[in-house]
């Protein structure tokens, strides 16, 4: 299904190569201020064509308010916001009408559905992220009201952590042909405690599941994460004194609930599939061939999977401060 | 919520000290021959008082079931399936009334709810995976039967891989009062392509969901998980001849949506929050207090969590086979 | 599916003939002061055995409180309520394992799932209310909190108004092997403005749906209902002065949205379908065959469908509150 | 929430005077043909203009495809259709700002969000309709290919069932100022039994909800509907013969689910609320004041309904059938 969230709820819509990528949110409090500039800026950061270490297409993704505000405000009805596909080239991908490229999601989409738009991936393109990052600069906005932000960085590209030679990886992988993963944290400042539900609504279910939801992430991680493998239970537990907390190692979240600490997530960004090294492959046919995937491809994804990943943050804690306040 | 799944979806309910513990599994295919024989034994795995690396509780968890079975065979009608309590002691849990435990949820639901049963965590007590576990072993059935089946084990515990080093860890944390965490591996073998949707409903975001919703849980990955953020895309593609994939660094799932390899999942557990060692934390009334936390706890709740992690893999899967049986 | 509500979501349980008939509420605020005494009440006016009008069975209908509660108190967690089944004779039914009754659900089951639980009509049977007649119990308390009623009426039996008329009407069918149906109208008093969303979650709506999901209901309507088809808009518009509403035609919702007026629905009541008259139907072979619902059923379902539509009444307003802070 | 249906979900965007109205389809099986001549149709019938007797405002309502179709195929991601408004006069309405239209929803929009587009009716105008018919032309194409029909009429209007005496009501009640109402019949043909789910899920349930969230519809009914409140269960309970059912009070649902016999529905339409006729009211600040609505309404809104009606059957019962396919 292409809907996410139980309060604040978005449904996602559109393909790389049709006419428009666009998302519906509905659930948006009635009576916030809202204009095209509170979405614009997430989706610059997102948008290719920003720096030479990512996709040279040069997409402009402007976003179009088309329903659910009156003079300046929402209402309470649903938010419509597109974004028109431009520089689509159709048939830079005609070879992979019949090809499926290693790592992507043309074999299981055709497996699943018997029919594929093989034009950029279709519905698994990046560009379908556009919804959801638009949807989430809304959230961020509603957030920001009640003091809750949320940030994203890169932590390591291709094992390095040093901007400089995270820079350098990213050149000499695109010079070869190839990509690179890395890690992302996104941490979330301010939130109250009560967020998130016992049982399969946790808090950090719920982050698991939306980051998870991003195509190339292969990993998720709250807190210590991985490390509490090694771990004593003396030293993962985090000790309270009468002003909180004295450490962070659950990542902000007991029990599926938010404890008022900082939220901190990572996710591990695989490296783009889509390379021009030769790779074999097999076709619908089912014979074997041999692919070089061209086109305008990132080296590295992980720089413009920030912003997405802080939207879905941001999509979860909003749909958590709706539930929650039920409650009260 | 306390509801899982869309298509065969569980609803759980009851607490450590309560009169039951329970599920109720709506969405059960008819016809599907069922005794409580297929369910027992599951919950065998996860009880506690098996070995002497777990909690000495002596807890016999026999399930019952109270509706959705007519001469032996599903109905269609929910399922109700319940384990009551016994060998409960709340006796040992009157110090908590007050106190939070460190690394537990007792802050948190008191901040959220401001009532809280203390009496062994209540609904976030391990006892309330037992509803999970009996449903996913009636999941487990109905996969078994198209030939798909799920396997967990412990792959690490305490940085040691070895079964004699982690028992020797285990022993030694519980010698001193403490505890340790660490890495289980399940994998789903046999499914057919095309589980799991695009965008939201992506198989491997579900599964991180589910996974990350069970207690303790502080990291999922996917097939090579983590470790994509050190390769190249080259290196990380998994190739195909005409019979498949060479490879499975993916982990059974391109663009969320299962290929028919193997799926790969690996988890991270924490070390039990409930030990002996003294720490320091506050009560309700933000006094700072010691805490030892007595009772009998496990020393490292790995062992057990597998057949958990078992069965909210086989209830993802289970509700993908419904989902996709629509589109065929 | 066997659940009903979105914020305060009940999942219905248990068959007839089987063990028990049961409920389970997710979303009940905590805090609420909550005892079997606030649910048996309902339940009795709910159960079989009271007047000579209805079926003799003698079912006291107990219900068990499972989970949920904590010293007197609801904890945010789900409440299971369940009522054993006794005094059910499943060798009254035998002749309707192969028989389809008339006027019955056996056929269409047969067909949907290939299997039936014949004794008593097993899911379908009157008996599946008492979950749902629990739950609008616990509904109705926390609505009365917030001054707000749920009460019904009979309006009509067989074409009569006057209780004595009825009571005769209804002792004739009884004499005669046959049964009559009816009309019963229940008003909301008390409610606030603003229940209900637009479009799809119109109050009115989910009041249809909750109405037309009573077995035996053939027809909701609210306000003037039917008679709008004969009205001009002057005389059924509402005109409104400072103090609000003049009139009540619209029932207490425009728009979707509840005006803060009663609001009132009526529903229509078909006759108990099971009747001692001998009638035509087939068997599961297909053979022509007559018969004559024996065991001991109701004349007139009328009065106990009183209870389980305030129920369901309460129940759709207990889901619009707590959907409805979510937005103040 | 703007979302309706579980399996073929379609969500509602847009109010009269933005720049869209328009539907997500979410869940439409993939490799069916689609084109706009597949959806243009159903939404001519609905749109004013067309009559002497119905609005005279002219407006074209193109339907666009924006998404989810590849090569005149639907692909299985979700198909976006929009309809573009024109010819609206939102000065029209500035009345509209401070004043209460009596039956409409003005008041109780203003109470539950504080905020409300006066413009037409925002999002309680009629034209948010546009969206589920263009998402109900889908359901009934795909329907079609398995030989089911649903076909809309008008019963009565304003007391008369004769055509001739409909026409000179609306007229009458058009020089008059005022309005008139009505009773829609829907019947659906071909459909198989074994739709609808037992208790909340019911065919009836399902459909009662979806007739009722149609503003303007204050009652609806299955098969024999309110007539059964004077009816005996030896003449309401349909006798079966070996070549199926010889009568049809039912409706074509037993139990909720379809008995594979015809169903039959019928609604009641109120007078439309917008008339010229002096009412009545107050205003935002509490006045009372005096209202004639101008603007170009129907007379009687019945016969544009009729689409209306025919798509939410169709939407139901496509919901249903994609349910039925995973219990095969």
């Known amino acids: ?94 070879e992979l009408r019949e090809k499926f490229r290693p790592g992507h999601a043309d074999f299981t989409y055709q497996e699943k559905y018997g029919i594929r738009d093989h034009r950029g991936g279709g519905r698994s393109s990046g560009r379908e992220t556009i919804g959801r990052v638009a949807a989430g600069a809304v959230a961020l906005k509603y957030l920001s009201e009640y003091g809750i932000t949320v940030t994203g960085k890169i932590l390591l590209v291709h094992g390095k952590t040093n901007p400089e030679e995270i820079e350098r990886e990213i050149s000499s992988a695109k010079e070869a042909g190839d990509s690179v993963g890395g890690i992302v944290e996104i941490i979330a400042a301010g939130c109250p405690p009560g967020l998130g539900d016992p049982v399969f609504g946790k808090l950090d279910a719920l982050i698991a599941g939306a980051m998870m939801g991003i195509g190339a992430v292969k990993g998720v991680e709250i807190g210590d994460g991985f490390a509490v493998s090694g771990k004593f239970g003396s030293e993962n537990n985090d000790p309270m004194n009468k002003d909180g907390f004295l450490s962070n190692h659950a990542g902000g979240i007991l029990g599926g609930i938010s404890s008022g600490q900082d939220i901190v997530v990572r996710i591990a960004v695989k490296p783009t599939p889509s390379i021009a090294k030769v790779q074999q492959t097999r076709d619908i046919h089912g014979n074997v061939v041999e692919i070089s995937v061209g086109g305008r491809h990132d080296p590295c994804i992980v720089p413009r999977i920030v912003p997405v990943a802080e939207a879905m943050l941001a999509l979860v804690l909003m749909d958590c401060m709706l539930e929650q306040v039920k409650y009260r």
Chains 1, 2, 3, 4 share one sequence.
């Not at 139980?6 to 790389?16: D, H, P, V, W």
């Not at 949110?25 to 509170?38: F, N, R, S, Y």
């Not at 040279?56 to 209402?75: A, P």
């Open 1 to 94: 299904m292409n809907s996410f969230g139980r309060n604040f709820r978005i449904t996602s819509f559109g393909e790389s190569h049709g006419a428009v990528v666009g998302v519906i949110i509905d659930g948006c409090p009635a009576g916030m201020k809202l204009t095209v500039q509170d979405i614009q800026p997430l989706l610059d950061r997102r948008r290719p064509g920003t720096s030479p270490l990512t996709s040279s297409r040069n997409e402009m993704d402007r976003v179009e308010m088309l329903s659910g505000i009156f003079e300046g405000q929402t209402t309470g009805a649903p938010i419509a916001l597109i974004v028109r596909n431009e520089n689509q080239n159709s048939k830079d991908y005609e």
